[in-house]
């Protein structure tokens, strides 16, 4: 009788390839990555004042106000709230804040009153959202119409300046550093260490996953959606502050809606679920250096203004499609 040695399938050669490649999805906001350097290689490679040390100044000190109001909306829609006037806030902020500050008023209560109206704004919002059926969508989208309005009435139209003040907070450097960007990253760690380690941050992730669940499980929900709301208005004031300090003035047309498009894209590429329940800051910062490249690189290859926005959109869809697959393909 003879023994027959089992057989032993043959060992396929792709296995190897498919294995790095699930290797690679499985890497945290890979495909962000992948996409934010063969803009940067790309762009360095045609425009030789791209690596400059004072266009990568601008670069930053540009993403660092867009930094801080995608930072408190990652933190309001990981908990399932959405906040569309944040950019028109800081538009307001930046208007008031002007006004005052060519008035004569001082800068230190300019900033608190600045921000206090900021977080009230906020609050307004999260009342609405709170207490009545009005989607946040549309309750936020119509508050930022509005505040839109009121930053013009504030300005009367006009662009006004601020002269020498809060110069140092928007030109200034520490350690070959910008100050906004200091501030920024200190506003994004903060929210990042929320999330991860404090209870308000599990709260908003148990929100976000499931609202009925979490208020079952004791959390005071409304109380936890009005802090929220109050700290987004708060961070859009922060980044309205930042912004006049950056520009020394407040004309029409300064923040407004397209910033808080600009926010909303970054985060939710960063790997923010607009369903709420998955948010991620690291991915948010992602997100916003991302399109601060690829805005800077469009103005520096002289790209068409009527092509910008179509390049801006096709880079924006290329890395959401790559973070899809990178999600499911990491979803055990």
Same mark, same amino acid.
């Given at each position: 009788?003879?023994?027959?040695?089992?057989?032993?399938?043959?060992?396929?050669?792709?296995?190897?390839? *498919?294995?790095?490649?699930? +290797? #690679? %999805?499985?890497?945290?906001?890979? =495909? &962000? $990555?992948?996409? @934010? /350097? !063969?803009?940067?290689?790309?762009?360095?490679?045609?425009?030789?004042?791209?690596?400059?040390?004072?266009?990568?100044?601008?670069?930053?000190?540009?993403?660092?106000?867009?930094?801080?109001?995608?930072?408190?909306?990652?933190?309001?829609?990981?908990?399932?709230?959405?906040?569309?006037?944040?950019?028109?806030?800081?538009?307001?902020?930046?208007?008031?804040?002007?006004?005052?500050?060519?008035?004569?008023?001082?800068?230190? *209560?300019?900033?608190?009153? +600045? #921000? %206090?109206?900021?977080?009230?704004? =906020? &609050? $307004?919002?999260? @009342? /609405? !959202?709170?207490?009545?059926?009005?989607?946040?969508?549309?309750?936020?989208?119509?508050?930022?119409?509005?505040?839109?309005?009121?930053?013009?009435?504030?300005?009367?139209?006009?662009?006004?300046?601020?002269?020498?003040?809060?110069?140092?907070?928007?030109?200034?450097?520490?350690?070959?550093?910008?100050?906004?960007?200091?501030?920024?990253?200190?506003?994004?760690?903060?929210?990042?260490?929320?999330?991860?380690?404090?209870?308000?941050?599990?709260?908003?992730?148990?929100?976000?996953?499931?609202?009925?669940?979490?208020?079952?499980?004791?959390?005071?929900?409304?109380?936890?959606?009005?802090?929220?709301?109050?700290?987004?208005?708060?961070?859009?004031?922060?980044?309205?502050?930042?912004?006049?300090?950056?520009?020394?003035?407040?004309?029409?047309?300064?923040?407004?809606?397209?910033?808080?498009?600009?926010?909303?894209?970054?985060?939710?590429?960063?790997?923010?679920?607009?369903?709420?329940?998955?948010?991620?800051?690291?991915?948010?910062?992602?997100?916003?250096?991302?399109?601060?490249?690829?805005?800077?690189?469009?103005?520096?290859?002289?790209?068409?203004?009527?092509?910008?926005?179509?390049?801006?959109?096709?880079?924006?869809?290329?890395?959401?499609?790559?973070?899809?697959?990178?999600?499911?393909?990491?979803?055990?």
């Amino acid at each position: 009788m003879s023994l027959k040695a089992p057989s032993v399938a043959p060992e396929r050669a792709d296995v190897a390839p *498919v294995a790095r490649s699930g +290797a #690679l %999805l499985r890497i945290p906001h890979a =495909g &962000l $990555v992948a996409v @934010l /350097v !063969v803009v940067i290689v790309f762009t360095a490679l045609r425009a030789d004042s791209f690596t400059t040390s004072q266009n990568l100044l601008n670069v930053l000190r540009q993403i660092s106000v867009n930094a801080v109001i995608a930072g408190g909306l990652t933190l309001l829609m990981t908990a399932g709230g959405m906040d569309f006037s944040m950019g028109s806030n800081a538009a307001v902020t930046t208007a008031v804040a002007a006004q005052m500050l060519s008035g004569g008023q001082s800068t230190a *209560v300019t900033v608190v009153v +600045a #921000l %206090l109206l900021a977080a009230v704004v =906020g &609050l $307004v919002n999260g @009342l /609405v !959202v709170t207490f009545t059926n009005v989607a946040p969508f549309v309750a936020t989208l119509a508050t930022a119409m509005l505040l839109d309005g009121v930053a013009l009435l504030v300005l009367n139209g006009m662009s006004v300046t601020i002269g020498d003040k809060m110069q140092a907070l928007g030109n200034s450097t520490v350690a070959g550093v910008p100050w906004l960007l200091v501030v920024a990253v200190l506003v994004l760690l903060a929210i990042g260490l929320v999330m991860r380690f404090m209870t308000f941050g599990r709260d908003a992730f148990a929100m976000g996953g499931n609202e009925h669940v979490a208020r079952l499980s004791g959390i005071n929900v409304p109380a936890r959606k009005l802090a929220l709301y109050a700290l987004a208005g708060a961070l859009a004031g922060l980044a309205g502050l930042m912004l006049l300090s950056r520009l020394g003035a407040s004309a029409p047309n300064t923040a407004g809606l397209q910033t808080q498009l600009t926010a909303v894209a970054a985060v939710v590429i960063g790997g923010t679920s607009l369903a709420g329940g998955r948010g991620t800051v690291v991915g948010t910062a992602l997100g916003v250096v991302l399109l601060g490249v690829v805005a800077n690189a469009l103005n520096l290859l002289q790209v068409n203004s009527n092509y910008q926005l179509v390049v801006t959109g096709a880079v924006l869809l290329v890395a959401a499609v790559i973070n899809g697959f990178q999600r499911k393909g990491s979803t055990p």
